[in-house]
């Protein structure tokens, strides 16, 4: 085991204040402890690395990472504290055996420091016998950076020795735009603010597509912070948001997992685009198939240059082998070389895997289109004249174009939204009517559940229509959060009325669960007098005077098999009867009709 390398062994003089300063007693004593969090990869599952933050002692109120810096900053002893942290956090992760790369929070302040010991960052790597490529420095911005030519060419010293830079929290800071472009990160994290809530906050999707847009010219990869539901997870998923962090995944320990449980992973092929896991329309890549003529890795160039002048409509030419495809050629680079001087006497005979593209743009047949239209936006400089190639399982199948794919998803997103609902922008009874029928020509079990709030029209006219539709959202963005995507679908028939087809044997477990979460949230939508009471006073709709309990939630619940409900009409008349029943049960309630199932 490598042995610790004192921190002090080139420190230059430091002021040191009295010992009786619980900073300084922290500092001299090396009483700051690693803590580490995980950062996954979003799109393939798995850790990738860790963030290592910094803790107090335990019983001080310099614990807190924040009042600990803050102390060092106002002391101007904040390099010392960072060399410190530096050593503690190498030492911690190279004793836990922590997998994947270790993230260093360093502030510009520490790097410009004319005290910093020169050497010292090289010495600990070779000290711990730890690879500096696996070390990304995170740069935390604590106050404005005045001299950026001078951080470049600190940041450009660590690059030279292996290190990744990192610019952390991308859009809470001063000049987080402005620090992106002069110092060009491996690494951007956004900021927690835009990633909480992301999956129920349109503005925020807007910002983060924006800046995923600037990643991908600029080259940096994205890390989302602050991650902290599943919904939020699948959401920045299906964005094309590489890794992120957050307590979904895991909260920062001194004692770290080096791996994770795969449970909590949303499968790639699963987490699709989200308006597919919100059970809206969709089509399939197959749709959009062109036929191609296509070459091998040996046809020669000149060979290759006669069937662009035959098929001047194509723009790109797939290579297959053994029927799968291992490459690609564009019409530009073709031309530009046989149309040089003597490009097709010196070039012609060449074969063309000397110049093809080892690395075209795949697509499953069966894969959603705008689920593709994610991963092909995530590939830098990718050209709408650029094809790419559509397989059956692995399989050459044929091509597709940029411009066939756009037009499609822009034709769904207005179907789509045409037949949302405008307050929860949940599918309406069209998508749902279609959705059961395919289920059932399918011949697959599942469970179709009637949602309704009671006591709703009540409070709707206690408190008026915008509180009435704040109710509304509640329970919409409730089912989101708690339903998984993967096979469910969520539909709003309209007002306080929703249902849920389950295709999971876990229905009844979510039902439950999101009763429990309805009859808490609830609570906050009355003002403090109608809670002491219980409840509103009001008139029912026979014009009476009532009194009316706080709105609690009732379920229905049908189950469905093979050649039992034959339409989605009988199936909704049955959730319907079902809802009912549960409404003369107390309280928030399921109440679940088995008598398709039993009859069997």
């Not at 904040?78 to 956090?89: D, F, G, Q």
Request: glycine share 8%.
């Amino acid at each position: 085991m490598p042995t610790a390398l004192a921190v002090s062994f080139d420190l230059p003089p430091f002021a040191h204040p009295a010992e009786s300063d619980p900073f300084d007693i922290i500092l001299s004593r090396g009483e700051v402890a690693s803590w580490f969090q995980p950062i996954v990869d979003l799109q393939e599952g798995g850790v990738i690395g860790y963030e290592a933050l910094i803790r107090g002692p335990a019983d001080s109120p310099l614990h807190s990472p924040l009042n600990l810096f803050d102390a060092a900053m106002r002391r101007g002893r904040l390099t010392e504290l960072e060399l410190l942290c530096r050593e503690k956090n190498v030492a911690s992760f190279v004793k836990h055996l922590l997998p994947g790369k270790l993230f260093l929070n360093v502030s510009p302040e520490a790097f410009l420091d004319p005290h910093f010991p020169i050497g010292f960052t090289r010495r600990l790597m070779q000290e711990y016998q730890f690879d500096p490529a696996r070390v990304v420095i995170e740069l935390t911005e604590q106050q404005p950076i005045e001299d950026y030519r001078l951080l470049q060419n600190a940041l450009l010293h660590y690059r030279a020795m292996g290190f990744s830079v990192a610019l952390d929290d991308l859009g809470s800071a001063y000049a987080g735009l402005r620090n992106w472009s002069e110092l060009n990160p491996n690494y951007v994290k956004f900021d927690k603010h835009f990633i909480q809530g992301i999956d129920q906050d349109r503005k925020k999707q807007q910002f983060i597509q924006s800046l995923l847009e600037i990643a991908r010219h600029l080259g940096s990869m994205t890390i989302a912070e602050g991650i902290e539901t599943r919904a939020e997870y699948q959401l920045l998923q299906s964005l094309g948001v590489q890794y992120g962090q957050g307590y979904y995944f895991d909260r920062p320990s001194p004692n770290p997992r080096p791996e994770l449980p795969k449970s909590i992973f949303l499968p790639k092929d699963q987490a699709d685009y989200r308006m597919l896991s919100l059970g809206q329309r969709s089509e399939t890549m197959a749709g959009l198939v062109r036929s191609s003529p296509t070459i091998t890795p040996a046809t020669l160039l000149q060979e290759v240059g006669d069937l662009f002048e035959q098929f001047p409509e194509r723009w790109f030419l797939p290579v297959v082998e053994d029927n799968r495809p291992v490459g690609g050629v564009s019409r530009y680079k073709v031309l530009d070389i046989l149309g040089s001087r003597y490009g097709r006497d010196l070039y012609g005979r060449n074969p063309i895997r000397g110049i093809m593209d080892t690395d075209p743009v795949l697509a499953e047949r069966d894969m959603p289109v705008e689920k593709f239209s994610q991963i092909l936006t995530s590939r830098v400089a990718y050209s709408l004249r650029d094809d790419f190639i559509i397989t059956d399982q692995g399989r050459y199948f044929g091509t597709g174009t940029v411009i066939d794919l756009l037009r499609k998803v822009t034709d769904l997103q207005i179907c789509n939204a045409r037949y949302a609902n405008p307050l929860t922008l949940l599918p309406g009874n069209v998508p749902i009517s279609e959705r059961l029928n395919l289920l059932i020509e399918e011949g697959r079990e599942f469970f179709l559940c009637h949602f309704d709030i009671d006591n709703f029209k009540p409070y709707n006219d206690c408190y008026g229509f915008s509180r009435g539709d704040e109710v509304i959202r509640l329970l919409g963005n409730l089912l989101v959060e708690e339903i998984d995507p993967a096979g469910n679908f969520i539909g709003h028939i309209g007002g306080d009325d929703f249902v849920v087809i389950f295709t999971s044997s876990e229905w009844e477990r979510v039902c439950r669960g999101i009763l429990e979460r309805f009859a808490q949230e609830i609570l906050t939508c009355y003002d403090p007098e109608a809670l002491s009471a219980g409840g509103i006073a009001g008139r029912n709709r026979r014009n009476q005077e009532e009194f009316f309990e706080i709105m609690s939630l009732s379920i229905g619940a049908v189950t469905s098999r093979s050649g039992t409900l034959c339409s989605p009409g009988e199936l909704a008349s049955r959730a319907a009867e079902a809802k009912t029943m549960a409404k003369q049960m107390p309280g928030n309630a399921l109440f679940s009709d088995r008598r398709q199932s039993d009859s069997d």
